[in-house]
């Protein structure tokens, strides 16, 4: 059952963030939500993954749905070595080998050599392969992306965009990523959703439909598809 | 952290001999074993305090009052040192409290205890209210810093409560506790062997520093100080020592 918000109102004090906002998760597709900063993006996560209550309205399917969540910041535990934080998350799961599933995924990221290291011996790009890795070895249905790029450099973020879309092909669960930035949502989106300024509305929804080769700033249907939803963001 | 360099340990060794150094010369300027005696003398008076037929009874008593104090004070914080820390409310009425106990003079905290209590506890009382506020506030600090974050992210993944309590709240207060200990153990010798001397115990350190004090007897008197430095060191020491242990992860950081 896929995830659908019914006209969710959300405010902040005075803010309204939500006003009557509906929108509909497509099960086991990646959806990008794309909006300006401050436009209660990570709110409606939080709302989905049920750490922030909706003023009105409801959420249909989440209830049921286990949630992996990659957070803007690694959130890894300092005193815990790698293999230990991801063996903190599977802690009440039904694994049978949980080390070997830890393995696996930190094989998957390239970390297989720095199971053992604590998180601040990690650069940030390597700390954030990490959440990834926690993520996907977690039994969960749907994966919370809240902007998990925007502190790496361009070299890395490209790198490690590739790693996850590699990881998600062969075990597709549903993702709801978060971002202002339209390469990130061009490269990792397949239904693409354009936020407005609070109080909040799909400004323009559409199926990305670039094929792996065309995903590069060279590539001109690239490039104009960009130009396009810049446009159409201001 | 604190890892002293090998060229700092020769600073450390300097350091040391600078102290004794001025010591000896002070000593030959007053010319009177009696005022000052000279480091080698007092160094032989600290091993006949070894011979002495108390002396490891004397030792110990200052040793168990200085447990006592920590073990009920340590309880004490962890208890209100909690509540502190998840409660803004609790906190805002514990601070004054602290405050005051914190700015009291030790030696009017005696005088009221001799007053109070049996001499054998007086002590002990001391040695409480002196490291009681440090270990508090240290663990309430050290609460109130967690990183709400870590603890979001461990109920997203349906981390169990047990696990978020050992796993993410106690490493991450563990280095303030150490420091709130470390500061509460230098404190709290300190305030015992006062309480030792003003309260006079069968047995103590104080005791005997007071009585040799009486005599004039000064060598004894630096040599029972000497004792309590030495104490106090290997407390503090070994504190290191576990907190090293425990917290492996702080040397791990680039």
């Known amino acids: 059952m896929s995830i659908s918000l019914r006209h969710i109102d959300k405010a902040f004090n005075q803010m309204v963030i939500y006003r009557d906002f509906s929108m509909n998760i497509p099960d086991k597709r990646i959806s990008c939500i794309l909006g300006p900063s401050g436009c209660g993006k990570t709110s409606l996560l939080n709302m989905i993954g049920g750490i922030l209550p909706q003023d009105h309205g409801s959420i249909e399917g989440a209830k049921e749905k286990q949630f992996s969540f990659i957070f803007h910041e690694p959130r890894l535990l300092p005193w815990k070595s790698i293999r230990k934080n991801l063996e903190l998350v599977l802690d009440n799961q039904p694994i049978a080998n949980k080390n070997q599933l830890i393995d696996r995924y930190l094989r998957v990221v390239g970390l297989e050599h720095f199971a053992d290291y604590y998180p601040g011996q990690l650069s940030g790009g390597m700390k954030q392969r990490v959440a990834i890795a926690r993520a996907f070895s977690y039994p969960s249905d749907t994966i919370l992306m809240d902007e998990p790029l925007q502190t790496l450099d361009p070299r890395l973020k490209w790198n490690l965009m590739k790693t996850f879309l590699k990881i998600w092909n062969k075990d597709k669960r549903t993702v709801v990523f978060v971002t202002h930035d339209v390469d990130e949502a061009l490269v990792l989106g397949e239904e693409i959703f354009v936020f407005s300024q609070p109080p909040v509305q799909i400004k323009h929804q559409f199926t990305n439909t670039l094929s792996e080769q065309d995903k590069n700033n060279e590539n001109q249907k690239f490039f104009d598809l960009k130009n396009s939803i810049i446009n159409i963001l201001d | ?254």
Request: hydrophobic share 55%.
């Open chain 2, 1 to 254: 952290m604190k890892i002293s360099s090998s060229k700092n340990r020769g600073y450390t060794l300097l350091s040391i001999l600078f102290l004794l150094g001025t010591w000896k010369v002070a000593s030959m300027l007053i010319g009177s074993e009696l005022i000052l005696p000279a480091p080698e003398q007092t160094a032989l008076s600290v091993g006949e305090l070894f011979l002495e037929q108390d002396f490891i009874r004397i030792v110990s008593a200052t040793i168990v009052r200085g447990l006592l104090g920590f073990a009920i004070s340590f309880l004490l914080a962890i208890i209100l040192g909690t509540w502190a820390g998840i409660s803004a409310p609790f906190h805002a009425f514990l601070q004054p409290i602290l405050v005051t106990i914190r700015s009291t003079p030790v030696i009017s905290l005696i005088l009221l205890a001799l007053i109070w209590f049996d001499v054998g506890q007086v002590p002990v009382f001391i040695a409480i209210l002196t490291m009681f506020p440090f270990i508090c506030t240290n663990i309430a600090e050290g609460i109130r810093n967690l990183d709400p974050k870590l603890i979001v992210m461990a109920r997203i993944y349906r981390v169990p409560t047990r696990r978020i309590l050992k796993d993410i709240y106690l490493p991450g207060i563990s280095p303030f506790i150490f420091s709130g200990v470390s500061s509460a153990m230098g404190f709290g010798w300190r305030a015992i062997i006062i309480g030792e001397v003003l309260s006079q115990p069968q047995y103590g350190i104080g005791t005997f520093m007071q009585n040799a004090q009486t005599y004039l007897l000064v060598d004894k008197v630096i040599a029972w100080t000497v004792i309590a430095i030495v104490l106090s060191y290997l407390f503090d020491q070994l504190i290191q020592l576990i907190e090293k242990y425990s917290l492996t992860w702080k040397y791990h950081q680039p």
